[in-house]
């Protein structure tokens, strides 16, 4: 249910791309993430970090291209909030203790600290290459070949990333079963 509600604005977008353009795309999924926001803070109390950049970033770039019908400014916002998790990850990783992805799995995995940080640069390399990647397929592809990479292919490269994480940590878990059965 969560990746549902994390995938609203991206997954209205690109239905109302189908049967409109991409300016009212562009409404629905402004109007999706303000809905998201609200959501969760009726529900939880509180509004995760990723929605509230999400918002604030689709009403930027989001009005910028209504505001002058031009849509290179919603193309742009994908890249954008590639690049500040990528930013937040090395952030991390260089001014904290704990990196971003260790603070969020150190729960559920235990590894030594080189492997910690070893994950959250393949993470900030992950989200820079998406941001890359988009930009590619937004100047080099049709308008309706860049919406279906910003629902399919952005879902596509992050669930094979997210097994080939898994893979590279099965190791580790394989490890720890071997020595807490001893």
């Known amino acids: 249910m969560k990746i549902l509600v994390d995938l609203f604005p991206v997954i209205l977008f690109f239905v109302a791309y189908q049967f409109f353009d991409i300016y009212v795309a562009t409404m629905a999924a402004i109007a999706a993430a303000v809905l998201q926001v609200a959501y ?11 929605h509230w950049i999400t918002l604030g970033l689709l009403v930027v770039f989001g009005g910028l291209t209504l505001a002058l019908r031009d849509p290179t400014f919603t193309k742009w916002k994908p890249s954008v909030v590639n690049w500040l998790f990528a930013v937040a990850f090395l952030g991390s990783q260089l001014f904290m203790e704990r990196g ?10 235990t590894l030594p600290e080189d492997e910690w940080r070893r994950l959250n640069i393949a993470w900030v390399l992950f989200f820079f290459a ?3 990647l988009n930009l590619l397929i937004a100047y080099n592809f049709s308008e309706a070949v860049w919406v279906n990479f910003k629902l399919f292919g952005f879902l596509g490269l992050t669930l094979l990333f997210l097994l ?12 720890e079963d071997s020595v807490t059965k001893d």
């Open 130 to 132: 998406l941001g890359a």
């Open 164 to 175: 080939i994480q898994g893979l590279y940590l099965s190791r580790f878990v394989e490890a």
């Open 100 to 109: 971003l992805l260790r603070r969020m799995l150190d729960h559920a995995v």
């Open 40 to 50: 969760q803070k009726l529900r939880h109390g509180a509004v995760e970090n990723m």
